[in-house]
């Protein structure tokens, strides 16, 4: 039940679509729904139920998993019109450059890792498995627009999205004090374990309230889905609690910055 320091690193290296694998393989639902499955390829009803294009192993964590998201789950997903173009330049995207694509009847699903978050894209027209490619953009003008703006613009120059999700590896710590609290961990041994050496209970009981924040944080994550990880909404969601801001001060920019975290 200890903290696992290469799924923490994933989340602050991929931000959301890591956590929000972190949440889903811990649902029992999904659990047996994956062990339900007879084939690799998933059904469309599996697509709409799970927002996966490919059934990932709940055993593995984040660090492992580079989960091919939907556009209905990750509302970041880019829809591409690809279509042939002759030779390379530097505009021209090859499938050598993806590091997983799967394929569906409704087209073709890519996933670029290229050490930050990751880039989605659905090739919703043509292919860019027959050579090089030219890719156009379907944007709606909607409330999502300047992001995905900015992670075309960061994806056509070849370009990492460098950011460091302190905040949400908070949330990963706070499943996993959840996930010491089921094994039968106390209060005080999940705080030694989470926030590493103190007095007990803290002073104004502090340290023994944070964990308590932290186990009913990570029981809303848990309530509210994978999804919920992936939208628009987590922004406020994460302002609203302060407390992840105070793990991070205790825990996480100090991983952050440790040798093992480079």
């Known amino acids: 039940i200890a903290p696992d320091p290469e799924a923490v690193a994933a989340v602050m290296r991929r931000g959301r679509s890591a956590l929000a694998w972190e949440v889903l393989r811990r649902n029992p639902t999904y659990q047996a729904a994956f062990a339900d499955l007879a084939a690799s390829q998933p059904e469309p009803a599996f697509v709409a139920d799970w927002g996966l294009h490919f059934p990932e192993d709940p055993a593995?964590?984040?660090?492992l998993v580079l989960p091919i998201w939907s556009a209905d789950a990750d509302p970041r997903v880019l829809a591409v019109?690809?279509?042939?173009?002759?030779?390379?330049?530097?505009?021209?995207?090859?499938?050598?450059?993806a590091d997983r694509i799967v394929r569906s009847p409704a087209g073709e699903h890519v996933l670029i890792d290229r050490d930050g978050p990751p880039f989605r894209l659905d090739i919703i027209e043509g292919t860019v498995l027959a050579g090089p490619a030219s890719l156009r953009f379907d944007l709606p003008d909607d409330h999502l627009l300047e992001e995905k703006l900015a992670v075309i613009r960061a994806f056509v120059g070849k370009r990492v999205l460098t950011h460091h999700y302190v905040q949400l590896a908070g949330r990963l710590q706070a499943l996993h004090a959840a996930d010491a609290r089921t094994a039968g961990a106390s209060l005080r041994e999940i705080a030694e374990l989470i926030l590493?050496?103190?007095?007990?209970?803290?002073?104004?009981?502090?340290?023994?309230?944070?964990?308590?924040?932290?186990i009913s944080s990570a029981e809303q994550m848990r309530r509210e889905g994978h999804v919920a990880v992936l939208g628009s909404s987590l922004v406020g969601w994460i302002s609203q609690r302060?407390?992840?801001?105070?793990?991070?001060?205790?825990?996480?920019?100090?991983f952050a910055q440790s040798p093992e975290a480079v």
């Not at 173009?85 to 499938?95: A, V």
């Not at 103190?198 to 964990?211: I, M, T």
Request: charged share 40%; hydrophobic share 25%.
């Open 242 to 254: 302060c407390f992840v801001e105070e793990v991070a001060r205790m825990q996480i920019k100090s």
């Open 81 to 97: 019109r690809a279509s042939p173009c002759r030779g390379r330049d530097e505009r021209s995207f090859e499938f050598r450059e």
């Open 60 to 63: 593995h964590n984040c660090a």
């Open 196 to 214: 590493g050496p103190g007095d007990w209970p803290g002073d104004g009981e502090y340290r023994k309230s944070l964990v308590r924040r932290m």
